[in-house]
Nanobody
Framework: QVQLVESGGGLVQAGGSLRLSCAASGRTFSSYAMGWFRQAPGKEREFVATINWSGGSTYADPVKGRFTISRDNAKNTVFLQMNNVKPEDTAVYYC?????????????????WGQGTQVTVSS
């Protein structure tokens, strides 16, 4: 069992930056692929970024060049650095863990989820 706790959300102006963190429990964190997803009001949960055990990453097109996913396996933590944020980035952001080392972009591919952290970008 893996427990995930997100932090770092808040209110930020357009063009600003925010860094989300996700702390994971368990001794096998390094063997999980990790992902960030987001869900805006009235919309389905969507993929943002994913990272495998060795640091290989994949991004959704809307965030490429602005967001960076990273992980610290020694601290069981995954991060999402959000730069040049836009009002359309407003959503609840979720951290997710996938058993196995491969990156994945689909919600159904992940086995564990955090409770989410709200990010609001003002224009």
């Amino acid at each position: 069992q893996v427990q995930l706790v997100e932090s770092g959300g808040g209110l930020v102006q357009a063009g600003g930056s925010l860094r989300l963190s996700c702390a994971a429990s368990g001794r096998t964190f390094s063997s999980y692929a990790m992902g960030w997803f987001r869900q805006a009001p009235g919309k389905e949960r969507e993929f943002v970024a994913t990272i495998n055990w060795s640091g290989g990453s994949t991004y959704a097109d809307p965030v490429k060049g602005r967001f960076t996913i990273s992980r610290d396996n020694a601290k069981n933590t995954v991060f999402l650095q959000m730069n040049n944020v836009k009002p359309e980035d407003t959503a609840v952001y979720y951290c997710a863990a996938r058993i196995g080392s491969s990156r994945a972009t689909r919600v159904e591919s992940y086995d564990y989820w955090g409770q989410g952290t709200q990010v609001t970008v003002s224009s």
